[in-house]
């Protein structure tokens, strides 16, 4: 598994870091996880930028203890968490212009995804980070555990919630398509 | 693995999701520009704006220091990191040590959405850092270290374009006692290597030629070369 072929070797022991290099061999890594944790593609380019933005401003300060992509997906939660927060406001501020120029509410629909992503955005934080981090990324338990600063049993136990709520998710959604057929 | 094929196949859909051709290219050219141009947050603010009409070198991440003559260069920071001195393996522990934070853990939903910040799972700090390294560091720590750099980077260039080489040389030799693994401490040996020109060419000469071997895909190359009289030696070389 790679992440773990990358904690086997320190990374002290690696190549010379450069904002250049960690951007060419992460860019994807910190896009892909932006848009796991909530960015839509109109917006995942501009996290993606936050995100090396921060990591040039600390790339001094990285003492390469960890794996760079456990500290990129913890800078990349912060940024999106941050932008999603400004982007609620905003939102909020113009529903609430567009409620007092129509007179009415526009409630967003929410429909049944075969997405896995939107299927994420329906579970808790902590099982979704670890989810992401296990399925999709091939973390290990340790290693995760050392990210998230829990325990190795926590890992396991979130990941199991996990799985079986996103697999109630599609079950619950597939009944109501069949019921919608009949 | 999971019990559902269904959601099997949407996990393998989503690995492979990538993205486009391209993006990566233009996002880093992005980055550059945006801390070239002191137009972002990484506090390059201190730094003088480029010029109208200045090229700007994107090769990587690019801090202009503008001197004082308007000449102007653009000196490049590649934001490498110097290696620990003291290698230590990655920390594999499933915990690490107890903290005081009450951070410390990932909470559940209702506080992470109280409070997602206090619950954010920690990224390697600063302040963690050994005593050793920061020592060997930024005396100005955290995210304000690039732009100290640059504060001093930008005197020395100031100062030599004033024809000022003592000062020049003070202000390189403070960034190299106070950032001696830098993120600009290649822009520092390059200015080291003009000042010495600037003061005695050909006492400089061997100085840059060791600096152009140590460096020869530097941007400051061609500059290093005119200001030390070496442009005879590239043509030879070519």
Known sequence: ?182 | MTNSPELERLMRAERAESPAPGTAERGFERLSRAIATGAVPVALSAVAAPAAGKTLLVQAATALLIGASGAGVAVTAWYAVEQPSAPEPARIGPRRAPEPSPRSDLAPSAALSAAPEAALPPAPRPSARSGASAAAGSTTGGASSLQAELEILRQAKGALDAGDAATASARLEQHAREFPGGALRLEREALRVLARCASDRVAGAGRARAFLNANPGSPLVDRVRRACGLDGEAKIEK
């Not at chain 1, 760079?68 to 406001?89: C, E, G, H, K, S």
């Not at chain 1, 529903?95 to 994420?120: C, I, K, M, N, Y």
């Not at chain 1, 296990?134 to 890992?155: M, R």
């Open chain 1, 1 to 182: 598994m790679p992440a773990t072929l990358e904690l086997a070797v320190p990374l002290v022991a690696a190549p010379e870091l450069s904002l250049e290099a960690l951007y060419q061999a992460h860019h994807a890594f910190v896009w892909r996880n932006a848009r796991r944790l909530g960015c839509s593609d109109a917006w995942v380019d501009d996290a993606v930028h936050e995100v090396f933005l921060v990591v040039a401003n600390r790339l001094q300060d990285f003492e390469g203890r960890s794996s760079p992509r456990t500290w990129l997906f913890a800078i990349t939660y912060r940024v999106v968490l941050r932008m999603q927060r400004d982007r609620a406001r905003y939102a909020k501020r113009l529903l609430s212009f567009a409620e007092q120029t129509a007179g009415g509410s526009a409630a967003p629909a929410v429909e049944a995804s075969r997405d896995l992503r939107e299927l994420l955005l329906q579970l808790a934080e902590p099982k979704r980070l670890v989810f992401i981090l296990v399925e999709l990324e091939g973390f290990t338990a340790a290693e995760i555990a050392h990210t998230l600063d829990i325990s190795a049993g926590t890992v396991a136990t979130r990941l199991r919630a996990a799985r079986l709520e996103l697999e109630r998710i599609l079950e619950r959604q597939r009944a109501r398509e069949r019921s919608l057929l009949r």
